[in-house]
């Protein structure tokens, strides 16, 4: 499994290799599979309500469901890269990235796309927004950038570091942390105008970021790793996942988390 998402403490979706889709309408006890119409891996989701959701995957697939996943409408973004990454704003605004510098965006709540320039060629692997102008896109070399004008230009932040960063998450409109290979991470406090290395206590790969809120967030990867900051980033420490398998995305609906992979 490769991605989670809730749309309220009953109302989930994971997604994963090989077109697969499973929904829980019971908070995770029980998950059923739905028929996603692909093989294509999908790699990320984004829950509009707990009867709309999006996929994006392998090939340029984006996929879109408005009954709870009864049926799920195959949509193109108008690429065959790889899309990796996946986020609303709101009910219309979506973006997705992926590999080769791709960026679309989505303006009618994902039935139709078109891309954007991104200013790189860099795989990217995630995508964050702070509000509706507010954007941040991360990938390979260490690559960040941003927009400030809902994602029709973007321009280059300086990292600091050359490893991939494979996802970026902010709190609030400044303070954002983005983690990735060989236990990398950044952060900024200042919306990206400067991004400083957080020393990590592992070197584990790190797949994913999410913020609670402005000051918890959750950091997952590989052989099960969890980290934990309740500093906004400044510090974060590792907690017992129970698995050694590498965990992918994290999501949390309150006080309850889900960590998949």
């Given at each position: 499994l490769l991605d989670v998402a809730f749309a309220s403490a009953l109302v989930g979706w994971t997604?994963?290799?090989s077109g697969t889709i499973r929904v829980t309408t019971d908070g995770g006890t029980t998950w059923t599979p739905q028929t996603s119409g692909t093989t294509e891996h999908l790699e990320a989701l984004s829950i509009g309500s707990?009867?709309?959701?999006?996929?994006?995957?392998?090939?340029?697939?984006?996929?879109?469901?408005?009954n709870q996943g009864a049926t799920w409408t195959l949509r193109r973004g108008g690429t065959f890269e790889d899309l990796m990454d996946l986020e609303f704003v709101d009910a219309s605004l979506g973006y997705a990235v992926g590999r080769g510098g791709?960026?679309?965006?989505?303006?009618?709540?994902?039935?139709?796309w078109a891309a954007v320039p991104s200013g790189t060629a860099a795989d990217l692997f995630g995508?964050?927004?702070?509000?509706?102008?507010?954007?941040?896109?991360?990938?390979?070399g260490g690559v960040i950038r941003r927009t400030t004008d809902g994602g029709s230009s973007w321009s280059g932040q300086t990292s600091g570091v050359t490893d991939d960063l494979r996802a970026v998450d902010f709190g609030d409109r400044l303070n954002g942390v983005a983690v990735g290979r060989n236990g990398t991470a950044v952060r900024t406090g200042n919306g990206g105008a400067n991004w400083?290395?957080?020393?990590?206590?592992?070197?584990?790969?790190?797949?994913?970021?999410?913020?609670?809120?402005v000051l918890q967030g959750y950091a997952v990867g590989a052989n099960g790793r969890i980290l934990v900051t309740q500093t906004a980033g400044f510090v974060f420490n590792p907690v017992t996942s129970g698995t050694a398998s590498d965990l992918f995305r994290i999501h949390f609906v309150g006080s309850v988390g889900y960590a998949v992979g």
């Open positions: 997604v994963g290799r707990t009867t709309v959701a999006r996929i994006v995957g392998g090939a340029g697939v984006v996929m879109t469901t408005s791709v960026i679309l965006r989505t303006t009618n709540g994902g039935t139709t995508v964050a927004f702070a509000n509706t102008t507010e954007g941040w896109a991360v990938g390979a400083g290395r957080v020393p990590l206590p592992v070197t584990d790969d790190l797949f994913d970021i999410f913020f609670a809120t």
